[in-house]
Nanobody, 125 residues
Framework: QVQLVESGGGLVQAGGSLRLSCAASGRTFSNYDMGWFRQAPGKEREFVAANRWIGGSTYYADSVKGRFTISRDNAKNTVYLQMNSLTAEDTAVYYC??????????????????WGQGTQVTVSS
């Protein structure tokens, strides 16, 4: 069983920055593919960013490319999402997710095995 705990959400003005953290349990975190998703009110949960443990490849939704950066610290069992140049459209609950087995694109919700409880990000315009 893997537990994921997000932190770092909050209220920020448009144009500002936030860094989300997701702390994971488990002794093999370095072997997990990690992703960030978000869900705005009335909308489906959507892909934001992902990091593949083999090779360290990263993937981003077009809407966040150039503004968001996913990174990980395997020594701390933590994955981060640095968010810059935030806009009101980035307001959502942000979830981290872990895939501990299998292969795939990392872009789809059903590829992930474990989810955190989410952290609210609100961007005021």
């Amino acid at each position: 069983q893997v537990q994921l705990v997000e932190s770092g959400g909050g209220l920020v003005q448009a144009g500002g920055s936030l860094r989300l953290s997701c702390a994971a349990s488990g002794r093999t975190f370095s072997n997990y593919d990690m992703g960030w998703f978000r869900q705005a009110p009335g909308k489906e949960r959507e892909f934001v960013a992902a990091n593949r443990w083999i090779g360290g490849s990263t993937y981003y939704a077009d809407s966040v490319k150039g503004r968001f950066t996913i990174s990980r610290d395997n020594a701390k069992n933590t994955v981060y999402l640095q968010m810059n140049s935030l806009t009101a459209e980035d307001t959502a609950v942000y979830y981290c997710a872990a895939r501990v087995r299998g292969v795939g694109t990392l872009l789809l919700r059903n590829e992930y095995d474990y989810w955190g409880q989410g952290t609210q990000v609100t961007v005021s315009s």
